[in-house]
């Protein structure tokens, strides 16, 4: 096992790895920029180093000095966490070429699988199902009406490389489909310095499920079941669950199959998500591998027992996998919900500024994974999430009503929060039945939810004239067709107009 780890990484997740690290006898070391000096991490770990400005790109993202920051302190693996370079192949080679272990899958397959279409192609070739469209990137206006005219109306445009709804495009006729495909490709290239994108046929209102695997260096695979990350918006995850209101034995064991066959076959090792659409006949699609930890693993965590972190040290370390397919049970029912510092009624601006309290009163069966402390700073620099809190119980229901409990009683003071959205949410009689999709909460939920806000606004609207004519009415009096304002205690008049004889 190794003795000292380095974590190229920052906040919550960083903490997260620090802990259980500690726990095993590791010791670790942080990388902190001039506005993470101060940080929890940074606090918490045995070592810390500077290693530029603020913004990622000139710290976070300079892999030459995370890796010079590892020889340093005699770092033998990294870690990369989520986000920054966690699924960047250069960054794993590096790290190789260095002599220092990464806690994670090869750099080949961290290039096969970040490749949407190599991705798709591999999953073909091993008679894993796929969603109809191109296997390639396309080249041209032409092909991609070609291959809409074939595979039909509405069609999604896609990012080859990537993730998190950028350089994503639905295409309901061909009249929209070249600007689309220009947007797309401007969006990819932006957001992932690769334009290419690729062709699929639209599957509406899906089920979004992922499975979480483990795979050590010797070819052993297990899955440890699924997640539901269908309430969405803007393709971006806002509560997980598992298990899924939607599946059953047969389903996950045919889809928990396909994904080890995805990851054997890229060589994969370590811990990885392989991600699925299922469709309302429960036809299941292969999307794409997550190549690293999720942010919502701690639902799996809860669910089966299993430290992820734990286990993704073990495999780095060349250890077998310590459980069978077989031995992994599944218990309970988990959610998870990220706090952010964010503006709902502002089209979820982000919120910053600091934190100038943070009470909570979570209760049994909580956890909260945070890298932020009262006094703290949301900056623009990072994402916006304050906390994770997760609630386990032993059916979805009792977790549920423990979410809705933790978030009334966690209160943020000094920047807008995102809680009474989550509470919102949680209280949908179609999430309370687990009858949502991918499209709930932008074409149901936000609907609803403006016009309850428009209803309310109406209400108070007439409260107010209501009560501007009550009060007109008990403070004038009428003398010969003049008006008399009525004196308050206080000698003042209540109105605007007083009486002149």
């Keep these: 096992m190794f003795k000292k780890i380095l974590i ?10 620090i802990n259980t690290a500690r726990e095993m006898g590791i010791k670790t070391v942080a990388v902190y920029s001039d506005f993470d000096r101060y940080s929890m991490y940074a606090k918490l770990a045995d070592e810390a180093y500077h290693i530029g400005e603020s913004p990622a790109a000139k710290s976070y993202l300079l892999a030459d000095k995370i890796i010079e920051v590892a020889k340093k302190s005699g770092a033998e693996a990294i870690h990369p966490g989520y986000g920054f370079l966690s699924e960047r192949a ?4 590096m790290c190789e070429e260095n002599g220092i272990k990464f806690i994670g899958p090869p750099h080949t397959a961290i290039e096969d699988l970040g490749s949407k279409t190599k991705a798709k192609q591999l999953a073909v070739k091993h008679n894993v199902p796929v969603v109809a469209g191109t296997e390639h990137a396309i080249k041209d206006a032409e092909e991609a009406k070609s291959v809409a005219l074939k595979i039909g109306f509405p069609v999604m445009i896609k990012a080859s490389a990537g993730g998190g709804g ?7 006729s061909v009249d929209e489909l070249e600007s689309a495909l220009r947007m797309a490709q401007n969006e990819a290239r932006s957001a992932f310095g690769d334009d290419s994108v690729f062709i699929e046929k639209y599957v509406d209102s899906p089920r979004h499920i992922e499975f979480q695997i483990l795979v050590d260096e010797h070819g052993n695979a297990v899955h440890l079941g699924e997640r539901e990350c269908s309430m969405q918006r803007r393709h971006q995850k806002i509560i997980e669950e598992t298990p899924s209101s939607i599946m059953d034995s047969d389903l996950r064991h045919r889809m928990g199959e396909c994904a080890k066959t995805i990851a054997l076959a890229a060589g994969y090792c370590n811990a990885g998500t392989v991600e699925f659409m299922v469709d309302k006949d429960k036809n299941f699609y292969f999307l794409e591998v997550n190549t690293r930890l999720q942010v919502e693993h701690p639902i799996t965590e809860m669910r089966t ?18 459980i069978k397919q077989e031995e992994i049970k599944f218990n309970g029912a988990a959610i998870e ?6 503006d709902p009624d502002s089209n979820f601006m982000p919120s910053t500024g600091k934190l100038t309290y943070i009470g909570r009163n979570l209760g049994n069966g909580m956890r909260e994974d945070t890298g932020i402390e009262q006094g703290n700073e949301i900056s623009i620099y990072y994402d916006s999430m304050i906390a994770k809190l997760i609630s386990y119980a032993p059916d979805r229901n ?27 949410l949680l209280k949908c009689p179609e999430y309370i039945e687990g ?3 991918t499209q709930f909460v932008e074409r149901v939920f936000l609907p609803r939810l403006e016009a309850a806000k428009k209803e309310i606004d109406v209400t108070l609207q007439k409260a107010l004239s209501l009560a501007g004519i009550l009060f007109k009415s008990r403070n004038e009096k009428s003398y010969n067709g003049k008006t008399e304002k009525k004196k308050s205690k206080k000698g003042g008049w209540l109105g605007r107009k007083e009486l002149h004889n």
């Design 8 to 17: 190229a990484n920052r906040g919550e997740i960083a903490v997260r790895i």
């Design 90 to 93: 250069f960054f794993a080679k």
């Design 166 to 172: 950028k350089g994503m495009r639905v295409v309901r």
């Design 305 to 322: 027992g299993l430290d992820l972190v734990k286990e993704q040290l073990k495999i780095a370390s060349g250890e077998k996998l310590s």
């Design 337 to 342: 919900c990220r706090i952010c510092a964010e």
């Design 398 to 424: 009792l977790a549920i009503e423990k979410m809705e409990r933790a978030l009334r009683n966690y209160t943020v003071v000094g920047v807008k929060t995102n809680i009474s959205f989550l509470l919102n």
């Design 435 to 437: 009858d949502y999709n």
